[in-house]
């Protein structure tokens, strides 16, 4: 094997190698942005149940926040 096509073949792997990362990346950010949200909601729904709610979300989302801090 000649070394263009080395260089060639290595770096198409490392292109590869980017695009994945940069996918895996976007991911984590989408799935952090969930996770972000799911806790807005609970604490949102805890303090309502602080304020005086007594519906079923918020007396969960109380219990969750109170057990697990």
């Known amino acids: 094997m000649d070394i263009e096509t080395l ?11 980017q695009s994945e990362q940069d996918a895996n990346a976007e991911t984590q950010r989408k799935l952090h942005a969930l ?23 918020a007396k969960e989302a109380f219990e969750r926040v109170r057990l697990h801090g």
């Open 35 to 57: 996770k972000l949200e799911r806790f807005k909601k609970l604490y949102f729904n805890a303090g309502r149940y602080a304020g005086g709610a007594r519906d079923k979300l």
């Open 7 to 17: 260089a060639y073949k290595m770096r198409e792997h490392a292109l590869t190698l």
